[in-house]
């Protein structure tokens, strides 16, 4: 337990020192091939003289025989090498994370897997005695490091970035379940498991955030010049409708580590419900990313009170932030 909690506190220190340095992120190969090969060693000593659940456990239980040296460590290197890269992992997908979208529960899974991969015993355990879970775990973790690297090393728009990240994933944890002899039943959970895990990202890619896209900031205005993109005010919440003469218009910034080219489109809602969607643009981010805006204007009528809300998706509808404004009572500022 006590090393389960110092794991525990190196992946929160892990975050901390990771945030916002993408420069760290091609490490992240590394600690892959390290993780990849090392989860291989371990699954086959794990066969060794054992009666296996697929290839790599005892059904109900841990592997015969006591560890040895080598046993021990391989089990060390892979839980740290599993631990380091999820927290690592973690602060960048967080960035393009929006709260309200269905795309927080891929970056709750990945805290959760991180947090489940410092409960050495337990996790040491079914890394042990399941060739599915070896073989999910990896994948996963595989998938979240490659579909963040591929848009910064290469100009890949993020949702091709994933469907490569799927599949590139995916083979390389299989050797993982099939190294050693498979029966026919775990053949098939292997099977399942794959075709569910590919479903997953490339049928729904609204539920992976698209790294490594996030919306720096947001500016609501009652005007903006088309060519500076210079904002005329800045409206807080609570502006007075009459302050607007029948317009609003938002300017955002969005971040990207380098030439990340996407589509990117803003949906706009009143108290919840859509009256607005712009046309989806193509866009290829430089280094300090990129500004996108839009807006309405009403010929004869003011804007309406209510709580309007600006959501940034890129191609496959995946969100990855929002801006709000409530327009009500009084009170503008700039």
Same mark, same amino acid.
């Given at each position: ?44 000593? #794990? =066969? +060794?003289? %054992?009666? /296996? ?8 239980? &841990?592997?015969? *025989? ?94 091709? #970035? =994933? +469907?490569? %990240?799927? /599949? ?8 993982? &379940?099939?190294? *050693? ?113 839009? *807006? ?39």
């Amino acid at each position: 337990m006590l090393h389960s909690v110092w794991a525990l506190a190196t992946g929160v220190a892990v975050i901390l020192l990771a945030r916002g340095r993408y420069g760290f992120v091609p490490w992240v190969v590394l600690f892959l091939v390290v993780t990849w090969a090392s989860t291989l060693f371990f699954g086959r000593r #794990a =066969t +060794r003289g %054992a009666n /296996v659940e697929g290839a790599v456990g005892i059904p109900g239980g &841990a592997p015969r *025989g006591i560890p040895g040296l080598g046993d021990e460590t391989t089990s060390y290197v892979t839980r740290t090498m599993y631990q380091e890269t999820l927290f690592f992992l973690l602060p960048f997908y967080a960035y393009s994370t929006d709260v309200t979208s269905p795309n927080v529960i891929f970056l709750g899974a990945l805290a959760a897997l991180g947090v489940l991969s410092c409960l050495d015993l337990l996790f040491d355990l079914w890394l042990r005695s399941s060739a599915v879970f070896s073989m999910a775990f990896f994948a996963i973790v595989a998938f979240a490091a490659i579909n963040l690297i591929l848009p910064i090393l290469a100009p890949i728009e993020p949702t091709v #970035a =994933t +469907r490569l %990240a799927a /599949v590139v994933s995916l083979a390389s944890a299989l050797p993982l &379940a099939l190294h *050693g002899p498979v029966r026919g039943a775990v053949r098939w959970r292997i099977a399942a498991a794959a075709a569910a895990f590919l479903a997953a990202v490339t049928v729904w890619p609204h539920w992976i955030p698209p790294v490594p896209l996030r919306v720096e900031s947001a500016v609501f205005a009652s005007a903006i010049d088309r060519e500076t993109l210079v904002a005329a005010d800045t409206l807080a919440d609570g502006v007075d409708p009459q302050d607007l003469a029948g317009a609003l218009f938002v300017r955002l910034e969005i971040f990207a580590p380098s030439a990340v080219p996407t589509n990117v489109s803003l949906e706009w809602t009143k108290d919840g419900r859509p009256f607005r969607l712009s046309r989806e643009v193509a866009i290829t981010a430089h280094e300090i990313g990129f500004r996108l805006w839009d *807006g309405f204007r009403l010929d004869s009528t003011a804007v309406e009170p209510g709580r309007y809300r600006v959501t940034v998706r890129a191609s496959g509808g995946r969100v990855f932030g929002r801006a709000d404004l409530r327009v009500g009572a009084a009170g503008r500022s700039g």
